[in-house]
């Protein structure tokens, strides 16, 4: 790497902490955070799966451990925090990426769906944010990076309610980028598009005309892998931005552009 280009995105030595680390886009953008040198925190619930991701990264060379979390829970957040801080002392990158997804028509999905989706796409977010940002404030630095959706700006059928935890996602990320900006903590989204995960696998598996028609209404003509969305992790977990704050960047293909 160029000197210069090394002052930009490097991460040496920096704590990542990547809710739903395990896999998916989280664990995509636990590997690229690692790669620019992080140290990964892995917190997803399954305790198996965590360990199973941290050990990957480890065996690849890089510094990581999984920490089981619901962030769905106050106290689990913040037991997860606290073992951050007695093991490697600071956190320097939050990446509240864990979330769920029901579909349905929007007046037809239960109400134990709506809480479900409430508690981890939005409070989970809120909770995990607040008790990392305290420590972040302290040190008057840190960088919080936030998985909304392109469906926080357009609308699709059957994700009505998903797609409003992630407009809520996107609004709270202006909201903390404005409180915390003068303590230089920077808060921004992602937005994916559709990106095959375990997410959506089962469901594209019984509709493979959805998947080839959304496919078809891209300008770049696929379905998103989730390593299109790890490198705009590491640029909004770098010093590189730390002049944008409160944004969600859409990675979709073109989608929403056309
Ligand atoms: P996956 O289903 O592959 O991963 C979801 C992750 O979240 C898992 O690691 C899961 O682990 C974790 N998780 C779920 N609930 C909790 C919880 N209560 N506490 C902690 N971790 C939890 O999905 P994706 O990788 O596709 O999704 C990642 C993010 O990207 C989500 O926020 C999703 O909404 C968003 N997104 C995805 C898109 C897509 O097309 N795939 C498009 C736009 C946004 P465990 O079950 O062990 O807790």
């Known amino acids: 790497m160029g000197e210069n280009l090394r002052k930009y995105f490097d991460l040496e030595g920096r704590v990542a902490i990547v809710t739903g680390g395990n896999r998916g886009i989280g664990f995509a953008i636990a590997c690229a955070l690692a790669d620019a040198g992080a140290w990964i925190v892995i917190a997803n619930r399954s305790?198996?799966?965590?360990?199973?991701?941290?050990k990957?990264?480890?065996?690849?060379?890089a510094k990581a451990i999984a920490v089981p979390t619901?962030?769905?829970?106050?106290a689990s957040v913040e037991q997860m925090v606290q073992r951050v801080l007695q093991e490697w002392g600071r956190i320097d990158i939050l990446v509240n990426n864990a979330g769920i997804v029901a579909r349905g028509p929007v007046e037809a999905i239960s109400e134990e769906e709506i809480d479900q989706m409430y508690t981890i796409n939005l409070k989970g977010v809120y909770l995990a944010s607040v008790a990392v940002g305290q420590h972040m404030k302290e040190r008057k630095k840190g960088k919080v990076i936030n998985i909304s959706s392109v469906i926080a700006v357009m609308a699709l059928p059957e994700r009505g309610f998903y797609s409003a935890t992630k407009a809520a996602v996107s609004q709270l990320t202006r909201s903390f980028a404005l409180e915390w900006a003068p303590y230089r903590i920077?808060?921004?989204?992602?937005?994916?598009?559709?990106?095959?995960?375990?997410?959506?696998?089962?469901?594209f598996e019984a509709h493979p005309e959805d998947a080839r028609r959304l496919a078809?209404?891209?300008?770049l003509k696929r379905l998103g892998v989730p390593q299109d969305i790890a490198p705009l992790a590491i640029y909004?977990?770098?010093?590189?931005?730390?002049?944008?704050?409160?944004q969600t960047f859409l990675v979709d293909g073109g989608w929403s552009a056309v």
């Not at 920077?186 to 469901?203: C, K, Q, S």
């Open 47 to 54: 305790e198996r799966e965590g360990q199973e991701a941290a």
């Open 56 to 61: 990957r990264l480890v065996e690849a060379g």
């Open 186 to 203: 920077n808060v921004n989204a992602i937005g994916p598009g559709t990106i095959r995960t375990e997410l959506n696998r089962a469901y």
């Open 236 to 246: 909004l977990a770098s010093d590189a931005s730390d002049y944008v704050t409160g």
């Open 70 to 74: 619901d962030v769905s829970k106050k």
């Open 216 to 219: 078809d209404a891209i300008p």
